[in-house]
């Protein structure tokens, strides 16, 4: 599957830990937004997961068949290895996590490559990487979602940030539905999210609502 900026529109990311470590639920949810009209999928089993490396690459492969019923772009956060193993269309890298120029040897023209940027150097330095398919900036609001959080950027700074980067460029972190539209004045091509699904107790009308402040802005 090759990139397009489209797929940022509604970028769901989360894993077990994000529905209280219930692996069934997890499924569920992400499958619910799927069809709801989800564009990417980001599968991120970090802190609070305790599914152990078996689990983890059992739940991979079911998302992947999840996302390939659906046929929605499939990121996996952080791990490159598992990516290619389960057949991920993509890998997404953060600055805390391994080196970028690691995964780029490893990856480039096997898996679209998403990097986390939150300053102008880091955007500044992704400018420079070709391979890369697109940034991801936040959190733009403060956010649980994330235990190492950095603080928050704001509107003002996302868009510049957005305005900088030669790559699309998706917001992240503490997006809401009140704050939806304000976010995608910023330019960004999209709007990556958490809880805003995973923690919704309507997540078919959530995404719906998140397609209407698309069309309206």
Do not use: W
């Amino acid at each position: 599957m090759k990139f397009a900026p489209n797929i940022l529109k509604f970028y769901l990311v989360g894993g077990s830990q994000d529905v209280g470590n219930d692996p069934d639920r997890f499924l569920y949810d992400v499958e619910t937004a799927l069809a709801a009209g989800g564009t990417a999928f980001q599968y991120r089993e970090k802190g609070g997961s305790r599914l152990d490396h078996a689990a983890t690459v059992k739940m991979a492969t079911r998302l992947h068949n999840l996302t390939r019923q659906y046929r929605v772009p499939y990121f996996i956060d952080d791990d490159e290895e598992l990516a290619l193993q389960v057949g991920a269309d993509g890998v997404h890298v953060g600055q805390k996590d391994q080196q970028i120029e690691t995964v780029i040897r490893r990856a480039a023209g096997k898996l679209m490559i998403g990097y986390s940027c939150n300053t102008a150097a880091e955007i500044a330095r992704a400018n420079q990487l070709p391979a890369v398919d697109y940034v991801g900036a936040g959190p733009v609001f403060p956010t649980n979602s994330k235990a190492d959080a950095d603080p928050a950027l704001g509107l003002s700074e996302l868009a510049r940030l957005n305005a900088a980067s030669h790559h699309p460029l998706v917001a992240i972190g503490g997006i809401s539905a009140a704050n939806l539209p304000a976010t995608l004045q910023t330019g960004v091509a999209g709007v990556a999210v958490i809880s805003m699904i995973l923690a919704s107790p309507n997540i078919t009308a959530t995404v719906k609502a998140m397609r209407a402040a698309y069309q309206s802005k």
